[in-house]
């Protein structure tokens, strides 16, 4: 569980997420003249995602290490009152970080359970989401991901907590793993 208003959490203790199932829900109390910003986001302009939302609407936007970005956005407004806002990724195929793709994959968006927008990753981080930002919550604390929004871009409504789900079983290459941390002592 994390909260707004903390610290941002280092990239070396964030959530493992990649290459593996994983979900983020955001409990938010959005008043009547609507609300947005940065929910929670993870990694920067290096690579890494932003869940926030923006013109009533939810966004997933998705760093590939600088090189593409992905921008997912909820086909409906978020209506005023209290909501638990999530993503689900679900990976589509197996990870190839010898040639530097994470597992390809698919980005649902929920208010309440209910689906309301989603789309493709068709490549992904392989080993770690940058070393410069790691999760920051209510706000994007550093280099955001995209050009969605101008950072820290701060969360208009009430966030009361965001949640991390990862439990889906992590594809791992330790080969891969170990090869990064002898190349960045």
Request: hydrophobic letters at 35%; a negative charge; proline letters at 9%.
């Amino acid at each position: 569980m994390y909260y707004p208003g903390t610290q941002e959490i280092p990239p070396n203790a964030a959530p493992k997420i990649l290459n593996r199932p994983h979900s983020v829900h955001a409990l938010v109390e959005i008043p009547e003249h609507g609300a947005e910003g940065v929910l929670v986001s993870q990694g920067g302009v290096e690579a890494g995602f932003s869940f926030f939302m923006r013109d009533g609407r939810l966004h997933y936007a998705y760093n590939y290490l600088a090189e593409q970005l992905f921008h997912i956005t909820s086909d409906d407004g978020i209506p005023s009152g209290r909501h638990i806002l999530s993503f689900e990724f679900e990976p589509t195929a197996q990870p190839e970080p010898m040639k530097g793709k994470g597992a390809p994959g698919t980005i649902r968006l929920f208010v309440d359970g209910r689906q309301v927008g989603g789309g493709e990753l068709p490549v992904t981080v392989p080993l770690t989401m940058g070393l410069g930002s790691g999760v920051a919550v209510g706000r994007d604390a550093g280099s955001p991901v995209g050009d969605g929004y101008v950072a820290p871009f701060p969360f208009t409504a009430t966030l009361r907590r965001v949640a991390y789900d990862v439990s889906g079983q992590r594809v791992v290459d330790h080969e891969a793993e170990l090869r990064y941390a002898l190349a960045h002592q």
